[in-house]
């Protein structure tokens, strides 16, 4: 265990549904961080935050809608997603000086038909 | 654009041999971080090289770093079936006091017993 869990583990929705991911870690790090990661690419950077505020935004689209409480919890609303969104999407969260290693959740494997 | 990019795509050897995987990079870089996953999981990181330093030890991790060639290479050293995964390197730079990283392809590693 890394100590950042996400729910759910597994989604299955269709393109006109609205689901949310939720992400929680219990290190007391203050940013967090999603990833996509589709089959044969490269582990894509979506979102950062930093002290719960958003600090990168990867040219995302709008059907991706992130949310960051607080430090401990990170959201990724999602609706009316595309079949090329189904991948693995997943949590990472640091200490945010700069230099630090990630520690990441166990990713939400998400399907979309 | 792309930073870190593994070499070679995939690698299978027999236990008890050493695997050898390579990273370059293209543009300055804070720190340089190799990262393993297991199937369908989550990263876990194995071992973070700062850029001022040129090689690292972790168990039987070796990792080395050549800034002027913009290349890192990580070692396992007496392999064992429980190490086949997928290997990444992760370079960084710090963005607005953030830690902005870019992940490369991976290396997949498969051990036989």
């Known amino acids: 265990e890394t100590g950042v869990t996400q729910t759910p583990r597994h989604l299955v929705m269709g393109m006109t549904n609205k689901k949310s991911l939720k992400c929680e870690q219990h290190l007391g790090h203050n940013a967090m961080y999603w990833y996509k990661q589709s089959a044969k690419k490269p582990l894509e950077l979506m979102f950062v935050y930093s002290l719960e505020e958003r600090v990168e935004n990867n040219s995302v689209p709008s059907r991706f809608s992130p949310e960051c409480p607080n430090s401990s919890h990170l959201f990724l609303h999602l609706h009316t997603l595309q079949p090329e969104d189904s991948a693995l999407y997943l949590c990472a969260s640091s200490q945010d000086r700069g230099l630090s290693e990630q520690f990441f959740g166990p990713g939400t494997r998400l399907t979309v038909l | 654009s792309q930073q870190g990019e593994e070499d070679p795509q995939a690698l299978s050897i027999q236990e008890g041999e050493n695997a050898t995987m390579n990273c370059s990079y293209k543009?300055?870089?804070?720190?340089l971080q190799w990262y393993r996953q297991n199937s369908g999981r989550g990263l876990v990181h194995l071992i973070l090289?700062?850029?001022?330093?040129r090689e690292k030890h972790s168990g039987r991790l070796r990792v080395t770093l050549d800034t002027s060639k913009k290349s890192s290479s990580l070692l396992i050293t007496a392999s064992r079936a429980a190490d086949t995964a997928s290997y990444f390197c992760?370079?960084?730079?710090?963005?607005?006091?953030?830690?902005?990283?870019?992940f490369g392809r991976g290396t997949s590693l498969i051990v036989h017993p």
């Open positions: 090289i700062r850029s001022n330093e």
């Open positions: 543009t300055s870089i804070n720190n």
């Open positions: 992760a370079t960084g730079a710090t963005r607005g006091g953030s830690y902005i990283p870019t």
